[in-house]
């Protein structure tokens, strides 16, 4: 099967420009979420996307926000970045919302200068 | 910050001996899972224990898990170069929190 498949893989920001960046869930998969990994702060959960609506967020400002499609691909946005923003971020899917495992994509490399 | 915290921080091996490194959480939890970064890349999931268990093997891995110490380890056994990787635990705390909470991972080099 195919995996988590994320865009773009590296991306070179300036502070105080938005982004965006985009996760397509392994097929049949309907939860998506998306982690934060810095090496000041390792991993950390950002939100959980199922049937289109956010039903789980970690603690990160309202700049950190995304939305999910009805093909389940899911987005997430920062907007106004911060040097601290640079991290690899991380999409995980699931075939559904059971506290089982997840398969995670390659990340996309964020690099806020 | 982390959730858990693993130990150590940094491991190195060489080929054909075991690594072993623990993890400690510290509220009660449905299940732990164990995941693999290869520098930088996405993680693999490895193994999954529930908390109602307390030993579970997958190849050349062995997870066991003590609830009353809040703590768990990985084995895994006759290592090989390509085991060289970050590994992670991550707990989820609830039934129906579908969020990892991850530990800060162990560094694990293993020389030829």
């Known amino acids: 099967k195919a995996g988590v498949t994320q865009t773009p893989r590296y991306l070179i920001k300036t502070r105080g420009q938005q982004v965006t960046l985009s996760c397509s869930p392994i097929s049949g998969h309907r939860s998506v979420s998306w982690y934060q990994q810095t090496p000041g702060q390792g991993l950390q959960f950002l939100f959980e996307?199922?049937?289109?609506?956010?039903?789980n967020k970690g603690n990160f400002p309202g700049r950190f926000s995304g939305r999910q499609f009805s093909n389940s691909r899911s987005e997430m946005n920062v907007s106004t970045l911060e040097l601290g923003d640079s991290a690899l971020y991380l999409c995980?899917?699931?075939?559904?919302?059971?506290?089982?495992?997840?398969?995670f994509g390659p990340g996309t490399r964020l690099t806020v200068t | 910050s982390q959730q858990g915290e693993e130990d150590p921080q940094a491991l190195s091996i060489q080929e054909g001996e075991n690594a072993t490194m623990n993890c400690s959480y510290k509220?009660?939890?449905?299940?732990l899972q164990w995941y693999r970064q290869n520098s930088g890349r996405g993680l693999v999931h490895l193994i999954l224990?529930?908390?109602?268990?307390r030993e579970k093997h997958s190849g050349r891995l062995r997870v066991t898990l003590d609830t009353s110490k809040k703590s768990s380890s990985l084995l895994i056994t006759a290592s090989r170069a390509a085991d060289t990787a970050s590994y992670f635990c991550?707990?989820?705390?609830?039934?129906?929190?579908?969020?990892?909470?991850f530990g800060a991972g162990t560094t694990v080099t293993v020389r030829a």
């Open positions: 224990i529930r908390s109602n268990e």
């Open positions: 991550a707990t989820v705390y609830r039934t129906n929190d579908y969020k990892l909470s």
């Open positions: 995980a899917s699931s075939l559904e919302r059971a506290s089982g495992s997840a398969d």
């Open positions: 996307y199922f049937s289109e609506t956010q039903r």
């Open positions: 509220t009660s939890i449905n299940n």
